[in-house]
């Protein structure tokens, strides 16, 4: 059977994977889904922890890097990007 791949986005409030997930987007390969990344209430997972015990895999954290003197508190970007993904059938029961 050929599988496809989902990709899980998790931007959480700090650089532990054990905090809350703040923003995330979930892209589904397998075509199951006509809705679009981040159209939920509600994240799929309170923490990225959570997405590993549910069998998602880590494969990228953020790199840490400390703000310029006097950039603390700059809004930019979501600093605390982890990208998980798993590979389902495609009926779309993760294996």
Same mark, same amino acid.
């Given at each position: 059977? $050929?599988?496809?791949?989902?990709?899980?986005? *998790?931007? *959480?409030?700090?650089?532990?994977?054990?905090? $809350?997930?703040?923003?995330?987007?979930?892209?589904?390969?397998?075509?199951?889904?006509? $809705?679009?990344?981040?159209?939920?209430?509600?994240?799929?997972?309170?923490?990225?922890?959570?997405?590993?015990?549910?069998?998602?895999?880590?494969?990228?954290?953020?790199?840490?890097?400390?703000?310029?003197?006097?950039?603390?508190?700059?809004?930019?970007?979501? $600093?605390?990007?982890?990208?998980?993904?798993?590979?389902?059938?495609?009926?779309?029961?993760?294996?």
């Amino acid at each position: 059977m $050929r599988h496809r791949q989902q990709v899980l986005i *998790l931007y *959480l409030g700090n650089s532990a994977l054990d905090s $809350r997930v703040v923003s995330w987007a979930l892209y589904d390969g397998t075509g199951n889904t006509n $809705r679009p990344p981040g159209d939920e209430d509600e994240p799929p997972y309170a923490t990225g922890l959570d997405a590993l015990k549910d069998g998602w895999r880590l494969i990228q954290l953020s790199q840490l890097h400390p703000a310029p003197p006097g950039g603390e508190l700059t809004v930019s970007y979501q $600093r605390y990007e982890c990208v998980f993904e798993r590979l389902v059938d495609p009926g779309g029961a993760a294996p």
